[in-house]
């Protein structure tokens, strides 16, 4: 079956700390790897996405995720949060349709 | 603003009412994708477009539910006889699909039912 999996439903950092998200899934053929962020009170946005080529992609607001395909992995980082990264977080994998996991809920201290 | 819309923002409704929810895409995409988005939960697809033509249903979606994109525009979500498990958020979003790769999806904000 298709899925998406998130390691993680809260997470709570203090600012300048390190953040890693993580999302397996499980899902036969070529896909593309999303993630997506939703600040409060405001609708999903695309933070960033792998479609082939380097594994290590890096979208906004210096968020970075690295595609491994050995291991379905595909985890969000960055090396230092800001309070306002205080979000939801989603990954999700587009195949022929597209499948999200449930969400990681990132709260940081300020 | 170009981005997707959707309308309304807000529903109440009571159970066993009729609802109809509107989306408008970004103008120059060619899909369309109806979610259903619960606390707690990621996005749940329901079904999508590809200009006019709805290629895929969830298993989600039951008779109840029936989705319209009628000149390969805007898109309506009809939800019949609602019931209180149809409480949800219902997201829209568009894509410009140029083959199974850079499927990038673009959300709405959403309408929020709320079935008493």
């Known amino acids: 079956a298709q899925s998406v999996s998130q390691h993680n439903h809260h997470v709570i950092l203090s600012e300048a700390a390190s953040l890693e998200l993580g999302c397996n899934y499980s899902?036969?053929?070529?896909?593309?790897l999303f993630w997506y962020v939703q600040y409060p009170g405001q609708h999903l946005q695309l933070l960033l996405k792998y479609f082939s080529g380097d594994p290590l992609v890096k979208g906004i607001k210096g968020f970075e995720a690295e595609f491994i395909k050995s291991k379905f992995s595909f985890n969000l980082r960055k090396p230092s949060v800001q309070w306002s990264d205080t979000a939801e977080y989603f990954c999700a994998v587009t195949g022929f349709k597209t499948i999200f996991g449930a969400g990681t809920r990132l709260f940081v201290k300020a | 603003d170009t981005g997707v819309s959707q309308d309304p923002r807000h529903k109440i409704t009571k159970r066993g009412q009729n609802v109809t929810f509107r989306c408008d895409p970004i103008?120059?995409?060619?899909?369309l994708y109806w979610y259903r988005q619960t606390l707690g939960q990621g996005p749940e697809f329901l079904t999508y477009f590809q200009n006019e033509a709805q290629l895929e249903k969830s298993r989600l979606l039951s008779d109840r539910f029936s989705a319209e994109r009628p000149k390969g525009s805007f898109s309506t979500l009809e939800i019949q006889r609602t019931e209180q498990g149809d409480s949800a958020m219902y997201l829209c979003?568009?894509?410009?699909?140029?083959?199974?790769?850079?499927?990038?999806?673009?959300f709405g904000p959403g309408t929020r039912l709320t079935v008493t």
């Open positions: 103008s120059e995409h060619n899909r």
């Open positions: 979003a568009s894509s410009l699909f140029v083959g199974l790769a850079k499927n990038e999806q673009y």
């Open positions: 899902y036969g053929g070529t896909v593309n």
